[in-house]
């Protein structure tokens, strides 16, 4: 756990840099994180996939793997790793402020 | 009158589920009627399948692991064998393949889980049982078998496509007995094993993930994590060789492929109307197994959406809470709430040594000894949890499948025994 400050507030961070609490995040705190990220401007493509990840959170209380993206997000698995080259559910995730989506086990 | 419950699926869940539900209803009756169990299945062939992973090292042969279906049921059970249609939940009706229509007053899936081969680019294409293989399905174990005979040297590549799979420790023991194998063959140092998976470590949870890693360090056998294949080339045709590409862009070269491929739940979940998710598993409650859908469909095994393994013992703890609801259902009385997730994997390290692993949804596989303090050891190899692997096939089909209860092994997780880890003191 940490504390770092995006878009001029103080928000909780786990160690993986993952929102501790969902409801602390901002669209302009994404922004910030993409720029830092190298993934640079966030473009419509991107927020599509960030907004999505947000809604099936807070209705499904878990964000989706990369495989349930591909087949309900209505973009294909090639142009996730294409908007989000290290890795759309988990780079989504981040920036949408929500927690690592689990893998089954 | 009486009343019908029907079974899809005769593999584990289904299996332990019916006799279970049989031996309870031969004595009870529900509203003063007699209650009648049919269990549907595509065909008559009950394979064990943990034995799938000692096909390819010549290790077991078909008749030690393919039974009857109906040998495994109570005489007293109907087993109707044709493929299933569609279930339709509003008129709480199973449609068949073959026109039969069997309407039911519970309805349990236990249909598990099946391989999307086609959903990977390439995968089930050129090369394909070639140089490309599975061993999750009979007909890949066995033609593996050959090829492993036959391979003289160079690089093994195993590949978890994407989770979630049953049995996820599987591949790893692949890997293990893989550098068994070829040890045993004199031809170790000709052989370059690379397991490829999809997670960020070599399992899911930090410590067993910890264990497993180092495990795969000493035996000589390479990890490469996040990687997600996109793309199989099975056999060289454009000069650039065998090889997975990643869709990072990342490729790994090989000689001989053994993938796990995606998985899906059963078709005919897909063409029921709200009966399941994208993937065609189907919503389950976690703690009492009741569907999400309607309140008399109950879930088993590799069926349901639950986030814990897909595994047999999985589905063998589950099975207890599950018949348990069902009767409670029927009498109309509150459900158990009482499955924890519980699941125990024996996972075969090679050279006749295993380890354990014993977990539930909130406590990852710790270190200990199982079920009490003076058991098997869990997360360290040993020849007795090697043994612990071989004897539990007798138990599966003369414990498990009846639907006897297992001495000393409860649905719930034993505590006791395990070493308890830094963030999870608060719950022991």
């Not at chain 2, 109309?332 to 692993?357: M, Q, R, V, W």
Request: hydrophobic residues 40%; proline residues 5%; charged residues 25%.
């Amino acid at each position: 756990m940490s504390t770092a400050t995006l878009a001029g507030t103080q928000v909780t961070l786990n160690a993986e840099g993952f929102f501790d609490d969902p409801t602390q995040w901002t669209r302009d705190m994404a922004v910030e994180m993409a720029a830092a990220d190298g993934i640079g401007t966030l473009t419509d493509g991107h927020w599509k996939v960030i907004e999505f990840m947000r809604r099936e959170f807070l209705e499904k209380g878990a964000g989706p793997t990369v495989r349930m993206l591909g087949k309900v997000s209505g973009v294909s698995i090639k142009e996730l790793y294409q908007l989000f080259p290290k890795g759309p559910a988990k780079t989504a995730a981040r920036l949408a402020g929500i927690p690592k989506p689990k893998g089954c086990i | 009158m009486t009343k019908r419950i029907v079974v899809l699926g005769g593999g584990t869940g289904g299996t332990l589920t019916a006799n279970r539900l049989h031996r309870h209803y031969k004595v009870h009756r529900v509203d003063d009627q007699r209650v009648e169990i049919v269990v549907v299945d595509q065909d008559n062939h009950h394979v064990y399948q943990p034995a799938l992973l000692f096909v390819p090292f010549g290790l077991t042969s078909r008749q030690e692991f393919v039974r009857p279906r109906t040998e495994q049921l109570h005489p007293d059970i109907e087993f109707v064998e044709d493929t299933i249609n569609h279930v339709d939940t509003f008129r709480d009706t199973v449609v068949l393949d073959g026109g039969r229509e069997l309407a039911y007053d519970v309805l349990v899936i236990a249909t598990g889980a099946t391989l999307a081969v086609d959903e990977t680019e390439g995968l089930g294409g050129a090369g394909w049982n070639e140089n490309v293989f599975t061993f999750y399905d009979l007909a890949g174990a066995t033609a593996l078998e050959s090829a492993l005979d036959s391979f003289e040297g160079g690089k093994l590549v195993v590949n978890v496509v994407d989770m979630p799979i049953k049995c996820p420790v599987a591949p790893l023991e692949f890997c293990f007995l893989a550098d068994w194998y070829f040890t045993e063959r004199g031809i170790r140092d000709k052989v370059e094993i690379t397991y490829a998976t999809p997670l960020d470590g070599a399992f899911t949870k930090p410590i067993a993930s910890a264990a497993l890693a180092s495990l795969l360090e000493e035996k000589g056998i390479k990890l490469l994590t996040e990687f997600n294949t996109g793309t199989v080339v099975g056999t060289d045709t454009d000069g650039d060789g065998k090889r997975l590409i990643g869709y990072d862009g990342r490729e790994l070269e090989f000689d001989l492929a053994v993938v796990v491929p995606l998985h899906n739940g059963a078709a005919y979940v897909g063409r029921s109307e709200g009966l399941g998710d994208e993937l065609n598993f189907v919503p389950t409650d976690p703690h009492t197994l009741q569907s999400k859908v309607k309140e008399n469909v109950f879930v088993i095994g590799d069926a349901t959406d639950v986030l814990t393994s897909k595994a047999g013992s999985v589905t063998h703890f589950e099975g207890e809470v599950l018949v348990s609801n069902i009767e409670r259902f029927l009498d109309h009385e509150p459900l158990d709430t009482s499955y924890d997730g519980h699941a125990n994997c024996f996972i075969e390290t090679g050279f006749g040594k295993a380890l354990l692993i014993d977990f539930n949804y909130d406590t990852e596989p710790l270190p200990g000894h199982f079920p009490t303090a003076v058991g098997m050891p869990l997360l360290k190899e040993s020849r007795f949890n090697h043994l612990g692997k071989l004897l539990f096939q007798w138990v599966y089909w003369h414990a498990l499948l009846p639907g006897r209860d297992i001495p000393g092994v409860g649905a719930d997780m034993p505590r006791h025994g395990k070493q308890r880890s830094n963030n999870e003191e608060a719950m022991v």
